[in-house]
């Protein structure tokens, strides 16, 4: 399925991940993928090489997405080199794990800079150069912290759910210019991010997941990548606003799991 022949899509945290997934998928449509990173350029040359096999194409942008000047030099990169944009992922995310009474100014500052403040002027820049552009998709990477409570997640999961609540304020604002703006959300996925969070107790995690989700299984990057690629698609043309939910109904019960880190 070609659909995103001739089309370009930009996606923060790209080099990794969700994002490293988001960029797989979209190339197999078609896709010429500016690959957002802000550290591994080896990583995302890599990538950029696999988008090739894949049958897009991909092109290494550097940025840090809480840095403002960082990422309007991004976007005029992307300008430069694609002059236009019909997908744009907001990926990244940053966080330090504390509980809230622990929590300083500069946790709070940078915490929003990626995700609120990288969503929101994000998109403006996007949204740009998404002018007269038929199909243009925005999409934002959530997490299961802005829905329900999770140790130490307090003001990522606060974020999150801002940047949740801009999405659907886009759609009803982007909508009569073409532009359809939705979420996806997962409760788990098998991530160096989520690997890094539940430490030594993740593999103990997965077991716990795999009982407690009524589909028995656990989602990986390429299952939430895949409904990035949806939304990003054809198929998707009159959806925007929402939020899709990739944890195979673990939300329906929303038990908690057991080796979860604590939370002092």
């Not at 997934?21 to 040359?45: C, H």
């Not at 243009?136 to 997490?143: E, F, Q």
């Not at 030594?200 to 589909?215: F, I, N, S, V, W």
Request: proline fraction near 4%; glycine fraction near 10%; aromatic fraction near 8%.
């Amino acid at each position: 399925m070609q659909d995103l022949a001739g089309k370009f899509a930009f996606i923060t945290g790209a080099s990794r991940g969700i994002g490293r997934a988001a960029a797989l998928a979209l190339a197999a449509r078609g896709a010429t993928v500016a690959i957002g990173y802000r550290k591994e350029l080896d990583a995302a040359r890599a990538l950029a090489t696999e988008l090739a096999a894949a049958g897009g194409a991909g092109e290494p942008v550097q940025l840090d997405v809480g840095d403002a000047d960082l990422r309007e030099r991004a976007f005029d990169q992307v300008a430069e080199r694609f002059g236009a944009l019909d997908v744009f992922v907001a990926n990244a995310a940053a966080t330090a794990f504390k509980p809230l009474l622990e929590v300083k100014p500069h946790h709070v500052q940078k915490t929003f800079a990626i995700t609120v403040d990288g969503f929101l002027f994000g998109v403006q820049r996007a949204a740009a150069l998404m002018k007269d552009r038929p199909g243009a998709s925005i999409v934002a990477v959530s997490g299961y912290d802005c829905v329900r409570t999770v140790p130490r997640h307090g003001v990522l999961g606060a974020a999150k759910a801002a940047m949740e609540m801009l999405a659907r304020q886009y759609a009803f604002e982007l909508g009569p210019r073409g532009i359809r703006v939705n979420c996806v959300n997962f409760v788990y996925a098998d991530t160096d991010s989520t690997r890094f969070f539940a430490g030594e107790g993740h593999d103990a995690l997965q077991d716990d997941m795999r009982a407690l989700t009524p589909l028995r299984g656990l989602a990986t990057a390429d299952d939430v990548a895949a409904a990035i690629s949806y939304l990003c698609s054809d198929g998707a043309r009159f959806v925007s606003g929402q939020t899709i939910m990739v944890d195979g109904g673990v939300l329906l019960t929303s038990p908690a799991p057991a080796h979860l880190p604590p939370i002092d």
